[in-house]
């Protein structure tokens, strides 16, 4: 645990100074996402067994856990699980900061998504993060993602998840971008806290 701590602390480090050198950035959030696949390749510091998923047939199919936050709450890093008879997907949104999302378990298929004229989206590319790899997107990058089964992933933004309440998706059913609810929930994981 103390060593998970110490890595985890010197990898936000690593990624407060990035940000500071080249700014939010393609460059800068690619250089992030790099230092987490590095921090994910410590595998025997995040065994599957601290970061529990939900049991098949539980009413959530997913946990969020909170792993690095600063006091400011910027910078912070969770860890998603998902069950094994998860099939999660979320609609194409945004994040009005830069996010990273970074492989351990499992597999998670992330599209990526641009506006189009008439107000609407079209997908550019996707890419499986599995262990290994990640994606990085700069804060009107517009992504959706599906995950089917088990899976543990870390995600990163350059603010809480709590403080993004501006949001974007695009509601496909009412084809219209609309704002995503503040999400709550999330499990406390860093050291000396206690789960909330
Ligand atoms: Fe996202």
Same mark, same amino acid.
């Given at each position: 645990?103390?060593? &998970? ?10 990624? &407060? ?44 199919? /997913?946990?969020? #856990? ?11 890093? #969770? ?5 094994? =008879?998860?099939?999660? /997907?979320?609609?194409? $949104? ?32 996707? $890419? ?14 517009? $992504? ?6 088990? /899976?543990?992933?870390? $995600?990163? #933004? ?11 998706? #695009? =509601?496909? =059913? ?23």
């Amino acid at each position: 645990m103390e060593q &998970r701590s110490t890595a985890v602390a010197e990898a936000m480090d690593d990624i &407060r100074r990035i940000e500071d050198e080249l700014g939010v950035t393609r460059a800068g959030v690619e250089a992030i996402r790099d230092r987490l696949v590095q921090l994910a390749g410590r595998r025997e510091l995040f065994p599957l067994e601290d970061f529990p998923a939900p049991d098949a047939g539980e009413e959530d199919d /997913s946990y969020m #856990y909170r792993i690095a936050q600063d006091d400011d709450d910027r910078f912070a890093l #969770y860890a998603q699980t998902t069950s094994p =008879s998860a099939t999660a /997907s979320t609609p194409v $949104h945004n994040h009005t900061t830069w996010a990273v999302v970074v492989g351990f378990d499992g597999q998670e298929l992330n599209r990526f998504y641009e506006r189009t004229a008439d107000g609407s989206v079209a997908q550019t590319g996707e $890419h499986m993060v599995e262990a290994g790899t990640g994606v990085a997107m700069l804060p009107d990058d517009l $992504h959706a993602i599906h995950i089917e089964g088990s /899976s543990l992933n870390f $995600h990163c #933004y350059g603010l809480a998840l709590e403080r993004l309440n501006r949001r974007e998706y #695009y =509601s496909e =059913s009412d084809d219209t971008w609309k704002i995503f609810s503040n999400i709550d929930g999330i499990k406390e994981a860093r050291s000396g806290l206690q789960s909330c």
